[in-house]
Nanobody, 127 residues
């Protein structure tokens, strides 16, 4: 059973930064593409960013491109999301997820491409 645990959320003013972490309890972490999603109250869960198993392939939603950076440390079974220039519209619960199947070269944006999810961490950006 794979467990994903997010941390690093919190309350920040607009323009500020936060760094989210996702710790995975699996020895096969380095062979799986991973992703970050978010869900705001009353809205659908949306893709934020993805990173392939090697860390050399990344993909971002247009809404966060240039502000957020996804990365991973396979030696520590951990993925990160550095969020800069935060806006009130970034307020949401952020989830990390593991993609279906090993060695996927491209992280897809569809939630159906991911089979294991963390419990989420709240990010609140005040104006």
């Amino acid at each position: 059973q794979v467990q994903l645990v997010e941390s690093g959320g919190g309350l920040v003013q607009a323009g500020g930064s936060l760094r989210l972490s996702c710790a995975a309890s699996t020895r096969t972490f380095s062979s799986y593409t991973m992703g970050w999603f978010r869900q705001a109250p009353g809205k659908e869960r949306e893709f934020v960013a993805g990173i392939n198993w090697s860390g050399r392939g990344t993909y971002y939603a247009d809404s966060v491109k240039g502000r957020f950076t996804i990365s991973r440390d396979n030696a520590k079974n951990t993925m990160f999301l550095q969020m800069n220039s935060l806006k009130p519209e970034d307020t949401a619960v952020y989830y990390c997820a593991r993609a279906v199947g090993q060695w996927r070269p491209i992280p897809g944006p569809a939630a159906s491409d991911y089979d294991y999810w963390g419990q989420g961490t709240q990010v609140t950006v005040s104006s």
